[in-house]
C-alpha cells in the first residue's frame, strides 16, 4: 500500500514537473539590444539578466576595442551589426539610458530598425518598475 502511494505521488510530481517546464519555456523572454556601455547601461544588463520578461541580447558600441567582448555575458557588437540581430532574433527594441546614447547609429541603420518596427525605448536603471517602463515603450 505505501508503495502505491509513493508511486501515485511521484508520478504525480512527475507530471507536475513536465508542466511547469512546458508553461516556462511558452514564455520565452523578449530580447532587447542595450547601446551603451557606461555604468548605467550595465546596470540595465544585470535587470534583464534577473527578469522574466526581457532578456539582453547584445549590447553595442561603436568603440573598436569594445567589439566582441563580453559584458555580463552578453556580446558587444557595432552598431551597423543591429539591424541583422533584429532579423534573426526578432528584437523587440533598443534599449538606452542618455539621449546621446542614439548617436552611434547611423541613418541607414534607424531607418531599417523604423522599417523593422523596432523602437529605441530610453530607459533608466533608477526607474522603479523597469520592465513596466519597456512595455509601455512598446505599446507607444
Same mark, same amino acid.
Given at each position: ?6 508511486? &501515485? *505521488?511521484? =508520478? &504525480?510530481?512527475? =507530471?507536475? *514537473? ?8 511558452? =514564455? +520565452?523572454?523578449?530580447?532587447?539590444? /542595450? ?8 546596470? *540595465? ?12 541580447? &547584445?549590447?553595442? #558600441? #561603436? ?8 559584458? @555580463? ?7 551597423? !551589426?543591429?539591424?541583422?540581430?533584429? @532579423? ?5 527594441? /533598443?534599449?538606452?539610458?542618455? +539621449? ?25 536603471? %533608477? %526607474? +522603479? #518598475?523597469? %520592465?513596466? !517602463? *519597456? ?6
Amino acid at each position: 500500500m505505501l508503495q502505491r502511494a509513493l508511486q &501515485a *505521488l511521484w =508520478q &504525480a510530481i512527475g =507530471q507536475w *514537473l513536465s508542466a511547469r517546464h512546458a508553461k516556462r519555456t511558452t =514564455q +520565452e523572454r523578449l530580447p532587447v539590444v /542595450v547601446c551603451g556601455l557606461e555604468y548605467a547601461h550595465y546596470r *540595465l544588463l544585470t535587470h534583464f539578466t534577473r527578469s522574466t520578461r526581457y532578456k539582453a541580447l &547584445a549590447v553595442v #558600441d #561603436d568603440y573598436p576595442w569594445h567589439h566582441g567582448t563580453q559584458v @555580463e555575458g552578453i556580446r558587444v557588437y557595432y552598431p551597423s !551589426e543591429v539591424p541583422s540581430l533584429v @532579423e534573426r532574433h526578432g528584437v523587440a527594441a /533598443v534599449v538606452y539610458c542618455h +539621449e546621446g546614447d542614439l548617436a552611434v547609429f547611423a541613418a541607414e541603420t534607424r531607418e531599417r530598425l523604423a522599417a523593422r518596427g523596432v523602437p529605441c525605448v530610453r530607459l533608466s536603471p %533608477d %526607474d +522603479e #518598475d523597469v %520592465d513596466a !517602463e *519597456l512595455t509601455s515603450g512598446l505599446t507607444h
